[in-house]
């Protein structure tokens, strides 16, 4: 159920989630994933901003 919110949220990390075959990219996305599932929305959505 988790995995579901990943998609509400607009985040490139959903993305890099699905393609684990990117080295670094996939740490930092299972990293992502793991905060969603510890409930760090706010975060989750640091991570994005400083993304962009």
């Known amino acids: 159920m988790s995995?579901?919110?990943n998609?509400?949220?607009p985040c490139?990390?959903?993305r890099e989630v699905k393609n684990r075959?990117?080295?670094e990219s996939s740490?930092?996305?299972l990293t992502?994933?793991?905060f969603l599932e510890s409930?760090?929305?706010p975060v989750k959505l640091?991570?994005?901003k400083h993304s962009i």
């Open 3 to 5: 995995k579901e919110s």
């Open 7 to 9: 998609i509400l949220v």
């Open 12 to 14: 490139p990390f959903s």
């Open 21 to 23: 075959d990117r080295g």
């Open 27 to 29: 740490i930092v996305a």
């Open 32 to 34: 992502a994933s793991i």
């Open 39 to 41: 409930s760090f929305y």
């Open 46 to 48: 640091l991570f994005c």
